[in-house]
């Protein structure tokens, strides 16, 4: 079944932990928060000054991370819609984000050829 159409490239996506919202990330720079229950668009996000590459929801189910060649990582709160912290370590396009188990912790990896493992501000 097909219930969304993008006019740009969609590079990632994740379900929130419960299922609920599916979070999208695109060339366009924005990254889209949809209700999965009801089939809509909730949410349209910006902040990236590029193309996002990445997205993944955190284990606690109220934040997700993106990750564009902006050289920024950033984590969202997902309720209030709205980027809660940017780290800016890479020199150069980081193209994963991942969260480990309990969201504890957050890791990047991006084309300076580093692997950075954060403790999560959230």
Known sequence: KQWYQRRVRVRSLTFSPDSQLLTTCSDDTSIKIYDVQHANLIGTLSGHGSFVFCVDFCPDN?????????????????????????????TDQVWGVAYNENGSKLVSVADDKNIIIYECPI
């Open 62 to 90: 109220t934040h997700f991370a993106t990750c564009s060649s902006d050289r920024k990582v950033k984590v969202w709160d997902a309720g209030m819609r709205r980027c809660v912290h940017t780290f800016s370590e890479h």
